[in-house]
């Protein structure tokens, strides 16, 4: 029987602590986490949370890493936005930073996807992304999703 996994009662520290942030705003980071990071780790063994020793390609631990990454520049970004609001932190443009990072990462994580995808069938990359066309598309999505939340910064 396969163990229903999440981020609050599974992740490492930071996920615990912070998914509650972004868990509505980015309910799919948890379905992927679940699907294809918690499989590459050692969960339900005493080595918890790192990842497995047999894993050697390269793009499977960079697409945890990433993933991973993501998470942590949002969540930053969702912290420092709440205080911002609150008069508990002044810089609004460390907001900014963390989401700027975060759509680098999202960059990332669409290449280590492609590129996994185009070794496991032995083909050449699927789609020719251009860092303009990634960038483009993660303002798009940005604009569209996050933009009320953060008009108020």
């Not at 942030?21 to 379905?31: G, M, Q, R």
């Not at 679940?34 to 960079?62: A, M, Q």
């Not at 598309?137 to 939340?149: C, G, M, P, T």
Request: proline share 1%; net charge negative.
């Amino acid at each position: 029987m396969k163990m229903a996994y999440t981020l609050q009662e599974h992740g490492d520290y930071y996920e615990q602590k912070y998914w509650y942030l972004v868990k509505d705003t980015f309910p799919n980071y948890e379905i992927f986490w679940k699907d294809f990071i918690v499989p590459l780790t050692k969960r339900g063994e005493s080595g918890g949370i790192d990842l497995r020793e047999n894993i050697h390609c390269k793009w499977l631990i960079e697409l945890a890493m990433a993933h991973y990454t993501v998470f942590y520049h949002l969540t930053v970004a969702e912290d420092l936005r709440l205080k911002f609001v609150k008069n508990e932190y002044e810089f609004s443009e460390h907001v900014f930073y963390h989401l700027s990072s975060a759509t680098e990462m999202v960059e990332r994580l669409l290449f280590t996807l492609d590129r996994l995808v185009s070794d496991l069938n032995e083909t050449d990359s699927i789609q020719q992304y251009s860092s303009d066309n990634i960038t483009t598309k993660a303002q798009d999505y940005s604009k569209k999703r996050l933009s009320e939340r953060f008009q108020k910064i």
